[in-house]
Nanobody, 119 residues
């Protein structure tokens, strides 16, 4: 059974930092591209950052220079370090794992973790 479990969300003041974690189980983690997405109330889910199995990364323009995505294949975990947080970063943040390797395309989502940036 595949599970993605996010953690690390919470309430932080503008300018503060949070680190989100996504712990995966039930998959061969290293062949999956890991992504972080977010969905604010009344808005569509949007890409925040992705990292491939060989550590190629891509970021939304709105978070470039503030957020850093990383992964630890030995721990089956992906991370999103979020610095200089702004109120507009407030959203439920979701972890996604996807691959086209070794079988049909597959993707899995976590349950999400709330990030609230407010004074």
């Amino acid at each position: 059974q595949v599970r993605l479990v996010e953690s690390g969300g919470g309430l932080v003041q503008p300018g503060g930092s949070l680190r989100l974690s996504c712990a995966a189980s039930g998959i061969i983690f290293s062949i999956y591209t890991m992504g972080w997405y977010r969905q604010a109330p009344g808005k569509q889910r949007e890409l925040v950052a992705v990292i491939s199995g060989i550590d190629n990364t891509n970021y939304a323009e709105s978070v470039k220079g503030r957020f850093t995505i990383s992964r630890d294949n030995a721990k089956n975990t992906s991370y999103l370090q979020m610095n200089s947080l702004k109120p507009e970063d407030t959203a439920v943040h979701y972890c996604k794992a996807e691959t086209t390797k070794w079988g049909p395309p597959r993707e899995y989502w976590g349950q999400g973790t709330q990030v609230t940036v407010s004074s």
